[in-house]
């Protein structure tokens, strides 16, 4: 496998055609169409140029997916698009990193410092050109996307120790203690605290390719600094942990018995969830140099300032909003007095979820088997089969689970049935 080499890309964007600027501020992350297929990679960074009346590069961004269907788009940055003559089946997706508001990087400057000519699509970016940009995108700026910190390898045990701590008292500060003898200095330099946490990526030593765990990191502390200084906190400490905390033992300064391999930080959490949807580590890309990080791992430790993401913690599935809704509907029988005054006092707009979809897949031999046993005609009610099928001229019919899947059926021939569409309503649907 060759290195992954990171391209710095400048894209011009029309804002008669996409409110780049807004779509960006409302949204954080864009997709972004690519409709020469440009190959662009995860990593790669785009400095978006707004042309005509602004021509400056306004925005800096990262690439943090790439080959994009026109299924997998968001849907959100639509709203942006101010002319519909965007059209491509291949697109990307592009997280902020920060806007860039600086006359030194207008069309006129940029072209005495190795630009070429007015950007006009995709283009990328030489050396001198690219220098000339990061000694100039700093100067004003507007605030980053978060930053977070992942850590490599963590026990589970601890941490499943800090989740029963934090369901007796889902306030309590909880400790953890990376084996290591180097600073973090990220920690060390953001000083978090409970007003100001940062977010806390964390995989387990049994699975190191997958973020398993988040949290809030509240503290960090040097214990090489915290055993000189303040001995009654160390007490405090080592009480805490022996009653939260009992598989740590105590705050440690080294991470062996032998006493060699010492053990510097001591990092203060809370907030800690075991995720539903655990997620790859190359999704996490670091902060230092733009790259994702890699998902093959074989050691624990180590950590890295990673860009913070949008993670889905509580996954809804859309048979459970199916299941409200029929509730509801039941209730909204039964209460038909309120219903008028209900009607006037709700939102007009219908609150959007992120759904979570459960599929099957299922055996193609089976549906083939089913169809040829039906030979066209419904084998619940008799009829012939409603019209015929433009794909391949067969009679049109649904092949039917009495059992459901959900439910725990087989996918079998026993268990399928080839249906005309009004009976597979009824069957779902029928008293
Ligand atoms: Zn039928």
């Known amino acids: 496998m060759s290195k992954a080499e990171i391209t710095n890309w400048l894209i011009s964007s029309n804002p008669s055609q996409f409110n780049a600027i807004d779509a960006f501020k409302e949204l954080g992350e864009v997709d972004w169409t690519n409709p020469s297929n440009n190959r662009i990679n995860i990593g790669d960074i785009v400095y978006i140029y707004i042309s005509k009346p602004i021509q400056k590069i306004a925005i800096k961004t990262i690439v943090i997916k790439s080959d994009i269907g026109e ?26 990193i920060q806007f860039i508001d600086n006359d030194l990087l207008d069309s006129t400057h940029l072209l005495q410092n190795g630009l070429n000519a007015i950007p006009l699509g995709k283009q990328t970016i030489k050396s001198e ?18 930053n977070a910190f992942f850590e490599n390898g963590v026990y589970e045990t601890v941490l499943t120790e800090i989740i029963t701590a934090q369901e007796i ?5 909880s400790y953890i203690q990376p084996y290591s003898s180097g600073t973090t200095v990220y920690l060390k330099e953001q000083e978090p605290t409970p007003d100001n946490p940062i977010t806390f990526y964390i995989s ?52 062996d018995d032998t006493k060699t391999k ?10 800690l969830r075991k995720l539903a949807l655990p997620f790859s580590v190359s999704m996490l890309v670091k902060v230092s140099d733009g790259t994702p990080l890699k998902a093959t791992r074989s050691q624990a430790g180590g950590w890295s300032e990673v860009y913070e993401l949008d993670v889905i913690e509580s996954p809804v599935f859309l048979d459970d909003i199916n299941a409200e809704l029929e509730k509801n509907i039941v209730e ?18 219908a609150s959007e979820v992120q759904i979570v979809s459960r599929g ?40 039917h ?26 069957l779902h649907f029928g008293v």
């Open 129 to 146: 050109l690219l220098k000339y940009i990061l000694d100039n995108e700093n100067s004003t700026i507007e605030p980053l996307s978060n």
């Open 169 to 173: 008292n889902p306030n309590i500060t």
């Open 332 to 349: 909204s029988k039964l209460m038909s007095q309120g219903r008028r005054k209900r009607l006037e006092q709700a939102s007009e707009y």
């Open 262 to 271: 010492e053990c510097v930080n001591l990092i203060s959490i809370r907030n």
């Open 360 to 399: 099957f897949k299922r055996n193609a031999d089976v549906i083939v088997e089913v169809l040829e046993r039906a030979n066209g005609v419904c084998e619940k009610c008799g009829c012939d089969a409603p019209f015929i099928r433009a794909k391949d001229n067969t009679p049109y019919l649904e092949v």
């Open 71 to 96: 299924d997998e788009l968001l849907a959100n940055d639509e709203e942006y698009i101010l002319s519909d003559s965007f059209t491509a089946d291949n697109y990307f997706r592009l997280k902020l």
């Open 401 to 426: 689970h009495q059992i459901r899947l959900a439910d725990g059926g087989k996918d079998n021939v026993d268990n399928a049935i080839a249906v005309c569409p009004n009976c597979h309503r009824e």
């Open 204 to 255: 387990t030593t049994t699975n190191l390719g997958t973020v398993q765990y988040i949290g809030e990191i509240i503290g960090w502390e040097d214990k090489r600094e915290l055993f000189v200084s303040d001995p009654n906190r160390v007490q405090v400490l080592n009480k805490h942990i022996l009653e939260f905390q009992p598989g740590e033992k105590e705050i440690y300064k080294y991470s």
